[in-house]
């Protein structure tokens, strides 16, 4: 069948088939950011935003984007051009392995669209259904809240 969607504000019209999962569209895509950890929405690491909400992109088909727009790590900022919130985790010492950081930037985006002024609980909450092997989560909710302040001062874009 013919899809198309928006993803990270670039039209795309092509061929799928109606039962490939959309972790394995966006990779096939390009997108290396979408990670397959689990495969059964258990661990976040497959996270993207449709329509500015976060979903797990191994539990969906990629014609359930029909029409809607996708964002991936990769519309958000690059390495020669992050975003606040991804240099918000890189000061923050919230990067080791780095294998659930897109999802974890991506539900805290979700967060921050909706409150610039999130606790350390709101934060907590957004990130809790995202599973990191690494840091212990600590440095990761310091970025959020490191990149909610930013957001207050106007420095996001
Ligand atoms: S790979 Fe999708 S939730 Fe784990
Ligand atoms: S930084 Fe390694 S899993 Fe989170």
Redesign the pocket.
């Known amino acids: 069948m013919k899809l198309l969607f928006e993803l990270n504000g670039v039209p795309q019209y092509l061929d799928v088939e109606p039962g490939e999962r959309l972790?394995r569209l966006l990779r096939r895509l390009g997108m290396k950011s979408v990670?397959?950890?689990?495969?059964?929405?258990?661990?976040?690491?497959?996270?993207v935003l449709v329509d500015g909400r976060a979903v797990?992109?191994?539990?969906m088909v990629a014609p359930q984007v029909q029409g809607r727009r996708v964002l991936t790590l990769e519309g958000l900022g690059s390495v020669d051009d992050p975003h606040p919130l991804q240099q918000a985790f890189l000061d923050a010492g919230a990067v080791q392995c780095g294998f659930c950081t897109p999802g974890m930037i991506l539900v805290a985006y979700e967060l921050l669209q909706g409150n610039d002024d999130p606790s350390p609980e709101d934060v907590r909450k957004a990130i809790a259904g995202n599973l990191c092997r690494c840091t212990g989560y600590v440095k990761i909710a310091d970025a959020v809240l490191l990149a909610a302040r930013w957001k207050q001062e106007g420095k996001w874009r």
């Open positions: 972790l990670k397959e950890g689990c495969g059964t929405g258990d661990c976040g690491a497959c996270t797990r992109s191994c539990l």
